[in-house]
Each structure stands twice: as structure tokens, then as C-alpha cells.
């Protein structure tokens, strides 16, 4: 089956500082990635989606200014959270879908948890 | 808006059975079910692509009443594995490889 990762697996950063996230398509081509964020015990909050060499489209309440989305390759998304305050702590989720055949699955990474002090 | 997903927990004993709803106050045109585990990301279970529609592998399976802009999972005799927090998704239009909606989740603990 298709394999979504995700790098790192957890971070810890000061406030004040960014963090960058990636998500990667490991054997398939992606045109379409979508970033989320999941608090504990909660949903799945779409923040995002990232489409291959154009910008990224974002959920009405998310900061494009503060999480800044690039889709440079059709295997590689990447979500950089500038100056991370605590409040943005949270388990961050990307997920991919192919660019052909009738699959409408979509495969979720591993996740990413951010810790910011 | 978020689909609802009912109930928001449940406990059972292996081999039980467990129905767990999902319920739109917009128009379904898909719905994806998936199953997470504490700290690990959505694993896919199955989509339903149209209304009527009835699926199934092994002790789980699904419905989806386009009408009623619902569906509902299925877990027949269940085991341990299948602890975890089941959540619906829906996407806003058209098939189901756009954007997904959540629904709020359901915990599910199975005990032996």
C-alpha cells in the first residue's frame, strides 16, 4: 500500500522559534497533500491543502502568514510554523492522495507532535 | 460543519457487537471511515461512494443512507484490536478524494 512519512516524529522548540515539518509520499506521486492538527482528545481539524506548484489553499481561521505550506515536488509537502508559541502545541497529521487511478483513499503519515515551551 | 458521530464512547467486552453513527447536517456525497489509535495517525477502513450503499471486510462494515445524510460502522464480534477512535469523513463536494470533514469521534475500548 502507499506510505506517507513524516519528519521529525516529535520536536520540542522555545517560543519564538519555527519549526519545519515534512511529509513525504514514499511510493507514490502526490498532487494533492492536506496538512492537519488534532488537540488531545479531539478531531482531525483540517488546516490546509497543498497542491503541487501552486499555493496552498487554507481552512478560513488559519494563518497562511503563520504556517506556511510549500508542495515543491509531487513527494514532498512541507509546513514551517513560524514563531511557535505554546498555544500552537499540538499533533500535527499530513495525508496524501494519488494523482491517478480510481483511489480515493487518502494515506495519513505517521504525525508529527510539537512541543513548544 | 462537523458531521456528529454517536455515541462519543463505548466500552465493551470482546466478541460484542457495535453500531456507531454518523450524522450530517449537509448533503453526504461520500463517507470515509477511519480508525486511529492513541498517537498514531488515521488508518483508512473503507469509503462508501454512494447512497445505499453497504460494505464490509472481515467484522466491519458499513452503510450509508444518502436520505438521511447519514451513515453507520458495523463492528461484528469484536476484538481487541479493534480499540481505538473511529471518526467519519466527509468531503464538502463532489467524490471522495476532496478535502475531508471529521466528524467529533468515538472512543471505543474493548476489554477482554
Known amino acids: 500500500g502507499a506510505v506517507v512519512s513524516q519528519h521529525p516524529s516529535w520536536v520540542i522548540c522555545k517560543s519564538g522559534t519555527s519549526v519545519k515539518i515534512e511529509c513525504r509520499s514514499l511510493d507514490f506521486q502526490a498532487t494533492t497533500m492536506f496538512w492537519y492538527r488534532q488537540f488531545p482528545k479531539q478531531s482531525l481539524m483540517l488546516m490546509a491543502t497543498s497542491n503541487e506548484g501552486s499555493k496552498a489553499t487554507y481552512e478560513q481561521g488559519v494563518e497562511k502568514d503563520k504556517f506556511l505550506i510549500n508542495h515543491a515536488s509531487l513527494t514532498l509537502s512541507t509546513l514551517t510554523v513560524t514563531s511557535a508559541h505554546p498555544e500552537d502545541s499540538s499533533f500535527y497529521i499530513c495525508s496524501a492522495r494519488g494523482n491517478s487511478g480510481p483511489s480515493y483513499e487518502q494515506y495519513f503519515g505517521p504525525g508529527t507532535r510539537l512541543t513548544v515551551t | 460543519q462537523q458531521p456528529v458521530q454517536s455515541p462519543q464512547a463505548v466500552i465493551l467486552r470482546e466478541g460484542e457487537d457495535a453500531v456507531i453513527n454518523c450524522s450530517s447536517s449537509?448533503?453526504?456525497?461520500?463517507v470515509h471511515w477511519y480508525r486511529q489509535k492513541h498517537g498514531e495517525a488515521p488508518v483508512f477502513l473503507m469509503i462508501l461512494l454512494k447512497g445505499g450503499e453497504q460494505k464490509g471486510h472481515e467484522k466491519i462494515s458499513a452503510s450509508f443512507n444518502e436520505k438521511k445524510q447519514q451513515s453507520s460502522l458495523y463492528l461484528t464480534a469484536s476484538q481487541l484490536s479493534y480499540s481505538g477512535t473511529y471518526f467519519c469523513g466527509t468531503p464538502p463536494v463532489g467524490f471522495g478524494n476532496e478535502k475531508l470533514t471529521f466528524g467529533t469521534g468515538t472512543r471505543l475500548t474493548i476489554i477482554p
Open positions: 449537509k448533503a453526504l456525497y461520500s
